[in-house]
């Protein structure tokens, strides 16, 4: 059962959507409309909207786009019914019951006292008896009790259940001990045991402190040498890092993303304390657009093998892409931050960070690793690979700056390098051009709505249907102007949903509005928002009725079934454009 939707008409209306975009959005006045940064990607002409008028956010960049629930799920990261009860705290609502909603979170809730339960049983065992060896290899890595107290470090006994027993203990089911990814099961005789055993533990926790899952870590050369919590109701590891949530409330004023948990301790404890590591998993577009929420800037520390090389490549254009500013430190003399810490100190590690490469210098350097330039074959390989690259760059100064340097490494002119440039960079405005271009030539591949889940199979249908569905937003006199269209008119599915969605909450004695709107992805909201945004209106009630007018046509068309009906109908089509037949 989903929530009423007067509830969220309600709910709306108290949570106005630019107090809401505006604790994370600087948003300036411009006409009707609110503008800023779009906070979902990267940009420096600001392309984010806010409608407070219809209730809606859209950027017209990257097509986010829904009403005030819709901006908290993406901004926050979660789920539509966790947004709307962070909404109702916020102003002080009740959530009305809803049966569906108030067992899964009640599931949620149960699962992260469990997992919370389970740290405290972790960091008891370190310090008991059983975790003598865990301890011992915590302080042989150079983990201070303070450090350890600060990220929650644990120890799984070398033993089959002692979690389970001890969670057992405490009211926790079998069931409850599987969904929070603690325990294994036996394929054998199906019983369960515990996931974690004889491994330092270190507790995921998310940006809101629950903990969400684990890692543990082996203290000798067995493999894995990291075993994480399997993907939970609670734990994504593509969408959480690990220690930002220490990390978030730095003042340095920029991330550190290395690749390891025991990286970001040791920089955490020798003074960084802005570092995160990713969850056994390669970076993620979901985790850059997290960085982003806290920081504009981004040190990417990888390892210097080729594994970490080509994920510093490939980290580049999603963190770029998220809006950050990045920046790429090499180690030297130590395969990694916490052997270097060990061996050099803080100090030195600081100016190891002012002296780390923007991206651009890091790539070009990568670029000459690939090239014997004392061949003449491999520069000319070398200036025109690097000659793509600086041609990428929008800035003048940029390309001419980067241009020189590759002309110094090529050893050929200043002058020869800015010809290459400039004919790499009217290759790529060209290639651009032309893609827009053929963008333009196809108006229905234009109509098309942005996201690739949703298609028009009846454009000129679903064009009226967007002028309908509009009016009836922004208009709720509108409504009445609709009186015998239905739902199942609409060449649109989507859009048909929308409509009958509206004609409820008319007549509830309600105002049709984008919030009592439920059950629509976060991606067919961004839809809807759009569709307000390219129909602002208002139109008059004769191109009201025309629009109505084709939707009826064009549905009467497709549910024709012989060919004297299709022939009648297109004589009426004719008759209503004032052609003779």
Same mark, same amino acid.
């Given at each position: 059962? /989903?929530?009423?939707?007067?509830?969220?008409?309600?709910?709306?209306?108290?949570? &106005?959507?630019?107090?809401?975009?505006? +604790?994370?959005?600087?948003?300036?006045?411009?006409?009707?409309?609110?503008? !800023?940064?779009?906070?979902?990607?990267?940009?420096?002409?600001? @392309?984010?909207?806010?409608?407070?008028?219809?209730?809606?956010?859209?950027?017209?960049?990257?097509?986010?786009?829904?009403?005030?629930?819709?901006?908290?799920?993406?901004?926050?990261?979660?789920?539509?019914?966790?947004?709307?009860?962070?909404?109702? +705290?916020?102003?002080?609502?009740?959530?009305?019951?809803?049966?569906?909603?108030?067992?899964?979170?009640?599931?949620?809730?149960?699962?992260?006292?469990?997992?919370?339960?389970?740290?405290?049983?972790?960091?008891?065992?370190?310090?008991?008896?059983?975790?003598?060896?865990?301890?011992?290899?915590?302080?042989?890595?150079?983990?201070?009790?303070?450090?350890?107290?600060?990220?929650?470090?644990?120890?799984?006994?070398?033993?089959?259940?002692?979690?389970?027993?001890? %969670?057992?203990?405490?009211?926790?089911?079998?069931?409850?001990?599987?969904?929070?990814?603690?325990?294994?099961?036996?394929?054998?005789?199906?019983?369960?045991?515990?996931?974690?055993?004889?491994?330092?533990?270190? /507790?995921?926790?998310?940006?809101?402190?629950?903990?969400?899952?684990?890692?543990?870590?082996?203290?000798?050369?067995?493999?894995?040498?990291?075993?994480?919590? /399997?993907?939970?109701?609670?734990?994504?590891?593509?969408?959480?890092?690990?220690?930002?949530?220490?990390?978030?409330?730095?003042?340095?004023?920029?991330?550190?993303?290395?690749? !390891?948990?025991?990286?970001?301790?040791?920089?955490?404890?020798?003074?960084?304390?802005?570092?995160?590591?990713?969850?056994?998993?390669?970076?993620?577009?979901?985790?850059?657009?997290?960085?982003?929420?806290?920081?504009?800037?981004?040190?990417?520390?990888?390892?210097?093998?080729?594994?970490?090389?080509?994920?510093?490549?490939?980290?580049?254009?999603?963190?770029?892409?998220?809006?950050?500013?990045?920046?790429?430190?090499?180690?030297?003399?130590?395969?990694? &931050?916490?052997?270097?810490?060990?061996?050099?100190?803080?100090?030195?590690?600081?100016?190891?960070?002012?002296?780390? @490469?923007?991206?651009?210098?890091?790539?070009?350097?990568?670029?000459?690793?690939?090239?014997?330039?004392?061949?003449?074959?491999?520069?000319?390989?070398?200036?025109?690979?690097?000659?793509?690259?600086? @041609?990428?760059?929008?800035?003048?100064?940029?390309?001419?700056?980067?241009?020189?340097?590759?002309?110094?490494?090529?050893?050929? @002119?200043?002058?020869?390098?800015?010809?290459?440039?400039?004919?790499?960079?009217?290759?790529?405005?060209?290639?651009?051009?032309?893609?827009?271009?053929?963008?333009?030539?196809?108006?229905?591949?234009?109509?098309? /709505?942005?996201?690739?889940?949703?298609?028009?199979?009846?454009?000129?249908?679903?064009?009226?249907?967007?002028?309908?569905?509009?009016?009836?937003?922004?208009?709720?006199? %509108?409504?009445?102007?609709?009186?015998?269209?239905?739902?199942?008119?609409?060449?649109?599915?989507?859009? !048909?949903?929308?409509?009958?969605?509206?004609?409820?909450?008319?007549?509830?004695?309600?105002?049709?509005?984008?919030?009592?709107?439920?059950?629509?992805?976060?991606?067919?909201?961004?839809?809807?928002?759009?569709?307000?945004?390219?129909? &602002?209106?208002?139109?008059?009630?004769?191109?009201?009725?025309?629009?109505?007018?084709?939707?009826?046509?064009?549905?009467?068309?497709?549910?024709?079934?012989?060919?004297?009906?299709? %022939?009648?109908?297109?004589?009426?089509?004719?008759?209503?454009?004032?052609?003779?037949?």
């Amino acid at each position: 059962m /989903p929530f009423p939707p007067a509830f969220l008409d309600e709910l709306a209306a108290r949570n &106005p959507i630019e107090e809401v975009v505006g +604790q994370y959005v600087n948003l300036k006045r411009s006409g009707s409309n609110l503008f !800023g940064l779009c906070p979902f990607h990267g940009e420096k002409t600001p @392309s984010f909207s806010v409608a407070p008028d219809k209730g809606i956010y859209y950027c017209f960049g990257c097509h986010k786009g829904g009403g005030v629930i819709n901006f908290e799920m993406e901004i926050e990261g979660l789920s539509y019914p966790d947004a709307v009860r962070a909404l109702a +705290q916020r102003v002080g609502m009740e959530v009305p019951d809803d049966e569906e909603y108030q067992s899964r979170y009640r599931k949620q809730e149960r699962l992260w006292a469990l997992a919370k339960e389970a740290a405290r049983f972790f960091v008891t065992q370190l310090y008991a008896p059983t975790g003598a060896e865990g301890l011992r290899y915590a302080q042989s890595r150079g983990m201070s009790k303070g450090t350890l107290t600060r990220f929650g470090i644990g120890f799984a006994p070398d033993s089959w259940d002692s979690l389970c027993k001890a %969670m057992r203990a405490k009211g926790y089911t079998d069931e409850e001990l599987k969904d929070a990814g603690l325990v294994s099961v036996s394929q054998k005789n199906g019983n369960i045991f515990d996931r974690f055993r004889n491994r330092l533990m270190f /507790p995921i926790i998310d940006v809101r402190g629950n903990v969400i899952g684990f890692g543990g870590r082996v203290m000798d050369n067995s493999t894995p040498k990291y075993l994480n919590s /399997p993907e939970t109701e609670i734990f994504n590891k593509r969408k959480n890092l690990f220690a930002l949530n220490v990390a978030k409330k730095t003042k340095l004023g920029y991330l550190i993303l290395v690749e !390891g948990y025991m990286d970001a301790i040791a920089l955490h404890q020798y003074g960084f304390d802005c570092a995160v590591a990713s969850l056994g998993t390669s970076l993620t577009e979901e985790h850059a657009v997290l960085l982003s929420r806290y920081t504009e800037q981004v040190v990417l520390i990888y390892d210097g093998d080729e594994a970490g090389q080509n994920a510093t490549r490939r980290a580049i254009p999603m963190l770029e892409r998220a809006g950050l500013q990045v920046k790429v430190l090499q180690m030297r003399d130590a395969k990694d &931050p916490d052997e270097f810490l060990k061996k050099f100190g803080a100090d030195r590690f600081k100016l190891l960070l002012e002296e780390s @490469s923007n991206r651009v210098e890091y790539q070009l350097r990568a670029i000459q690793k690939k090239y014997d330039l004392n061949v003449d074959e491999d520069r000319v390989k070398f200036i025109s690979e690097a000659a793509e690259l600086v @041609s990428s760059l929008g800035n003048a100064v940029q390309r001419e700056i980067y241009g020189n340097r590759v002309a110094e490494a090529g050893k050929i @002119s200043s002058d020869a390098m800015k010809i290459v440039v400039n004919k790499a960079f009217k290759r790529r405005q060209y290639r651009e051009k032309r893609k827009q271009e053929r963008i333009d030539l196809a108006p229905a591949v234009a109509a098309q /709505p942005k996201s690739r889940t949703i298609r028009y199979d009846n454009v000129r249908s679903a064009m009226a249907e967007e002028i309908v569905l509009a009016q009836c937003l922004s208009d709720a006199a %509108m409504i009445a102007e609709t009186e015998g269209l239905k739902p199942e008119d609409f060449s649109s599915p989507l859009l !048909g949903r929308v409509f009958e969605q509206l004609q409820q909450q008319s007549r509830q004695g309600m105002v049709p509005s984008v919030a009592g709107l439920t059950d629509f992805t976060g991606e067919e909201m961004a839809h809807i928002a759009g569709i307000l945004q390219r129909n &602002p209106g208002p139109v008059s009630e004769q191109a009201m009725r025309d629009s109505i007018q084709v939707i009826r046509q064009m549905h009467e068309f497709k549910t024709a079934d012989t060919k004297d009906t299709l %022939m009648e109908l297109q004589r009426k089509l004719q008759e209503s454009k004032g052609i003779k037949a």
